[in-house]
C-alpha cells in the first residue's frame, strides 16, 4: 500500500480536524502542548495564523483526506517548525513524507523545531529530514530538544 501525500492550502472545514487533533490525549502527552479551548483554537488559527502573511501553512492530506498540518513562523529573529498529525497516519512514514515536501516550499533557514524530549517520534522524524541536535530550552516545566536545520 501507497499512501499519496500531499500538501494543499488550508480550508476552513480542515480547522474542525486539526482542533480534533490537539486534543487528542496522546498527543498532549507526547507534546506537552496545552490544547485550547475551542473559541481559542479557532481565534488563534484565523487571526494569527492564516491572518499573518509571514506564516506558510499547509494541510497533509493522504489519499486525498487531511491528515495534519506543518506550519513556519517567526519568533523573535528565528524561523520555527512545527506540526500535528491524526493518530491513524503515526508511524507510517507519513510524517517524514509530508515534512520532506514541506521543506522543498520553506526556503528559510536556518529552520528551527523545539519537540518536548520524551517525544522521541517528532525527534526522529527532524533527524530523518536534515534538523540536528543544538541545545536543549526549558518551556514551562518540560525540557524540549532544539534542532536546527541550515544552522553554520
Not at 497516519?89 to 519537540?115: M, Q, S
Request: include cysteine; aromatic fraction near 10%.
Amino acid at each position: 500500500m501507497s499512501d499519496d501525500v500531499r500538501l494543499r492550502d488550508v480550508e476552513e472545514a480542515d480547522l474542525e480536524l486539526f482542533l480534533e487533533h490537539e486534543h487528542d490525549p496522546e498527543t498532549v502527552r507526547r507534546s506537552k502542548f496545552t490544547p485550547r479551548d475551542r473559541e481559542r483554537f479557532m481565534t488563534h488559527w484565523t487571526t494569527r495564523v492564516l491572518g499573518d502573511p509571514t506564516i506558510l501553512v499547509q494541510t497533509v492530506t493522504v489519499d486525498g483526506e487531511p491528515a495534519g498540518n506543518v506550519v513556519a513562523w517567526w519568533e523573535d529573529d528565528r524561523r520555527f517548525i512545527g506540526y500535528v498529525f491524526g493518530r491513524p497516519y503515526w508511524g507510517r512514514g507519513i510524517g517524514t513524507k509530508a515534512l520532506t515536501l514541506f521543506l522543498e516550499r520553506e526556503k528559510a533557514r536556518p529552520l528551527y523545531a523545539d519537540p518536548f524530549t520524551g517525544n522521541a517520534g517528532s525527534v526522529r522524524l527532524l533527524e530523518k529530514c536534515g534538523f540536528q541536535r543544538v541545545g536543549t530550552v526549558q518551556h514551562g516545566e518540560h525540557e524540549h530538544v532544539m534542532l536546527a536545520l541550515g544552522e553554520d
